[in-house]
């Protein structure tokens, strides 16, 4: 049976002693495991002997509003996903405490890149984020550690995070997983009804419209954006953002090329969707 970690003080002296047999990659999720996250786990086998997966449900990083209390849990059902990915132990703490002793003040704020999109609407996520990772990533102290591109903008934020404050750990992003028809893999997926799936699409073809749209010679930002959006409320999404922004900086281009990327987020019903891709990227 895969071991299973409850404890931070465990999970460090986990970590110190796999790190004796070789490099260490660490797999941070907030569980409810899909394809997405066992494809990192995967990866992450791949470039280190042994891989620790945590499973998390951070309650820094939700808003007042916003589904803590419901996100979907299956503690059983992701440790015999990550056993069979490849998961060398799990570490999933046995309460918030664990993470947020009593008497914790100490936050890391992050810059410029949580400023816009998701940090733009959901005030106070990427510090929530930026804390629990930095809190992983001191306690595994492991040489690499992988998250998906389906969170883009977390993915650049916590590389910056990583590299500002020599924290030792190469952040790793990994191609979003998605479904046949195109639906990008998400543990909030588990909230939507049937019709709410069918215009979750929506989110895959405002992209594949942009992109076909790019490869037709438009260039202009604002057209894209427009595109973009006009499919999201042709599918019954209500668009929370399309915004054309570059990989490195997210800042808004002039104009639009391959490298640039269109960020979505939607809400299918009440649950809120993201989606991304470089315009450069399939046709």
Excluded: W
């Excluded at 945590?54 to 059902?77: H, K, W």
């Excluded at 894209?224 to 900086?249: F, K, Q, S, T």
């Amino acid at each position: 049976m895969l071991p299973l970690v409850r404890t931070a003080h465990d999970f460090r002296r986990a970590c110190q002693e796999a790190r004796l047999d070789g490099p260490l990659a660490l797999v941070p999720t907030m569980g409810y495991l899909h394809e997405g996250h066992t494809s990192l786990i995967r990866a992450a086998r791949q470039a280190a002997p042994t891989v620790a997966v945590t499973i998390f449900v951070n309650p820094a990083q939700f808003g007042p509003t916003e589904d803590l209390a419901r996100y979907p849990r299956d503690l059983d059902g992701d440790l015999r996903k990550s056993e069979a990915a490849g998961a060398s132990f799990v570490f999933a703490p046995a309460g918030p405490e664990e993470m947020y002793p009593a008497g914790f003040q100490s936050y890391v704020e992050p810059g410029p890149l949580a400023q816009p999109l998701c940090g733009a609407r959901r005030p106070g996520h990427f510090r929530g984020v930026c804390t629990v990772v930095a809190k992983l990533f001191a306690l595994s102290r492991a040489e690499c550690a992988f998250f998906g591109e389906k969170d883009f903008q977390q993915l650049l934020v916590i590389r910056r995070m990583a590299q500002d404050l020599n924290l030792g750990t190469d952040v790793v992003g990994r191609p979003i997983v998605r479904e046949r028809d195109g639906l990008a893999l998400s543990s909030r997926n588990a909230y939507l009804s049937p019709e709410e799936r069918q215009r979750a699409l929506g989110l895959s073809r405002a992209l594949s419209e942009a992109r076909a749209r790019f490869a037709a010679g438009e260039r202009d930002v604002a057209a894209l954006e427009g595109l973009a959006a006009e499919v999201l409320d042709r599918h019954g999404l209500r668009a929370d953002y399309a915004e054309l922004r570059d990989p490195i900086e997210l800042q808004r281009p002039a104009q639009a090329d391959e490298s640039t990327r269109l960020l979505l987020a939607a809400f299918a019903g009440k649950t809120r969707l993201i989606d991304n891709g470089a315009l450069g990227e399939g046709g």
